[in-house]
């Protein structure tokens, strides 16, 4: 399975930002993906979560209102809608794919992972 990120940029805080994640390879074998992010400085942290299938999500609490998950099966692709965009937001965001059935926030449970997109947010 490979996985590429799409549709970093800068943007001032209040903005928003649609990250694309193109999936190719054996995706019959992915049951969940996610996105995570490393800020400067900061272990890498749990943004959202979505089943390939049933369309079920989780997010973090620190996204959650502001940040939507969601895929299109045909086109094999994952997106994250990031709106309201503040200055803690700023990170390399990775889309990561699991075989696993569990939407897990735990990086550890992931299988495949994109190589990042930079999304910086100025004050």
């Known amino acids: 399975v490979q996985l590429v990120e799409s549709g970093g940029g800068s943007v001032q805080a209040g903005g928003s930002l649609r990250l694309s994640c193109a999936v190719s390879?054996?995706?019959?074998?992915?049951?969940?993906m996610g996105w995570f992010r490393r800020a400067p400085g900061k272990e890498r942290e749990f943004v959202a979560a979505i089943s390939w299938s049933g369309g079920g999500t989780y997010y973090a609490d620190s996204v959650k209102g502001r940040f939507t998950i969601s895929r299109d099966n045909a086109k094999n692709t994952l997106y994250l809608q990031m709106n309201s965009l503040k200055p803690e937001d700023t990170a390399v965001y990775f889309c990561?794919?699991?075989?696993?059935?569990?939407?897990?926030?735990?990086?550890?449970?992931?299988?495949?992972w994109g190589q990042g997109t930079q999304v910086t947010v100025s004050s």
């Open positions: 390879g054996r995706t019959g074998s992915i049951y969940v």
């Open positions: 990561a794919a699991r075989s696993g059935v569990v939407l897990t926030p735990s990086a550890s449970g992931y299988d495949y």
